[in-house]
């Protein structure tokens, strides 16, 4: 079933009633520029064909109702009460509630204005936990939904603040803005070339299939959670490195700058530094190397970023890194893991017609290294956020 079926259904079983409206919002790949979007750097993402859908109905009072295939319950709160669950009393509600009520939270906020509550069901294609913003895509459907139900009129940069807001505080995962400013601003065959300190985005031509080639996701099925761990680590390095090298983000030293930087600070932190440096150069060299050369010419900037987040950012696992040498093996033009590492999936960059061969290789792989079999797929751009019906 499709997910706008499924999400449907959810709602007419959870509430009795047919919803009135439909929204969707996409998960994205991001191409390169990894650990970027916190430094105020540069991002290449793009939204992809896997979405996640909202059934909607307004109600005639202020409470929400929020119904998702991931859970048996519905949660049920009141609009105005929001202010007191989040971002101290966030326990109240189930975790994956948090996403879409965050977001209303978030928006209330911002806008001082509140409207009528809804009921809302969710149902995703995006696969959770694998790297690929399945949270992202909840949060961009129920940030233009609830811009439309209250009359809001924001432009997207500001829903994506709103939802970031909501994934920071009401989650308490200390992310950036890519994966919220790609799911609300995604074309299709198109990646967005985001600078993450002015949100200034530029739509970039991807001519993959014009150039006879393919992405494919490599999911190794290891699960990660952004509100844990080594995220949070990395992010709280990359600002140490910055009030150290007297700069205001990481965005603002230059790869010229790295050797006064490895003088200055340890080497792990040097190394994060270095990381980021390098990344946003990637991205600006990508960019360049897409108008100039054409897909087929971006391969071992990928394979660099890959290295840099293995040596350097060290954010990547043994899964990821059998993942992306295979494919590489198996004759992809570049492979890189993305999104925030520790787990999650990798891309590759194929011939088209490639992608049955690379995909055994891989699973192959993964069976002799007696890892769980992993979930190969292709991708393409696709559109963002939007009102379905
Ligand atoms: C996660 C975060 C993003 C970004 C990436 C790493 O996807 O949500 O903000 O930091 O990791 O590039």
Redesign the pocket.
């Known amino acids: 079933m499709t997910a706008a079926g499924e999400a449907v259904g959810l709602f007419e079983r959870s509430y009795g009633a047919e919803p009135t409206q439909l929204w969707s919002a996409p998960g994205?790949v991001?191409l390169i520029?990894?650990?970027?979007?916190?430094n105020d750097g540069f991002?290449l993402p793009f939204a992809i064909d896997f979405r996640t859908v909202l059934a909607l109905r307004p109600r005639s009072d202020g409470r929400i109702r929020v119904a998702s295939t991931f859970a048996d319950d519905v949660v049920d709160v009141e609009v105005n009460e929001l202010g007191d669950i989040f971002p101290g009393d966030r326990d109240r509600v189930a975790e994956w509630a948090r996403y879409p009520l965050g977001v209303v939270w978030a928006l209330a906020e911002l806008t001082g204005k509140t409207g009528h509550g809804a009921d809302l069901a969710f149902a995703s294609e995006v696969p959770v936990g694998a790297?690929l913003?399945s949270?992202?895509a909840i949060e961009a459907a129920t940030a233009t939904a609830i811009d439309a139900l209250w009359n809001l009129g924001l432009d997207r940069p500001t829903l994506a603040r709103a939802s970031?807001r909501a994934?920071n505080e009401a989650v308490g995962?200390p992310?950036?803005?890519?994966?919220?400013m790609a799911s609300l601003l995604g074309e299709a065959d198109s990646a967005i070339f985001l600078d993450c300190r002015s949100l200034d985005a530029e739509v970039v031509d991807l001519g993959f299939d014009g150039a006879g080639l393919e992405l494919l996701v490599m999911d190794t099925r290891v699960s990660h959670a952004?509100s844990t761990g080594g995220?949070g680590d990395r992010?709280a390095a990359c600002e140490r490195g910055a009030k150290a090298l007297g700069v205001r983000a990481l965005r603002d030293v230059t790869i010229a700058d790295l050797e006064r930087a490895r003088e200055l600070l340890d080497d792990e932190t040097f190394r994060r530094v270095r990381h980021i440096v390098t990344e946003n150069q990637r991205v600006i060299d990508t960019v360049d190397t897409l108008a100039m050369a054409g897909p087929r010419a971006i391969g071992p900037l990928l394979d660099a970023s890959h290295a840099s987040m293995r040596d350097d950012f060290e954010?990547s696992v043994p899964e990821l890194d059998l993942a992306v040498e295979t494919a590489r093996e198996a004759g992809a033009i570049g492979a890189r893991m993305?999104?925030?590492?520790f787990g999650g999936a990798a891309i590759a960059l194929i011939e088209r017609g490639t992608a049955d061969t690379v995909a055994r290789a891989v699973s192959r792989a993964f069976a002799d290294a007696g890892y769980v079999a992993p979930s190969v797929f292709p991708v393409t751009a696709a559109g963002g956020a939007r009102r379905d019906g």
């Open positions: 994205r991001n520029g990894e650990h970027t979007d916190y991002v790297g913003s949270s992202a970031r994934e995962a992310t950036g803005i890519m994966d919220q952004h995220y992010r954010i993305t999104g925030g590492g």
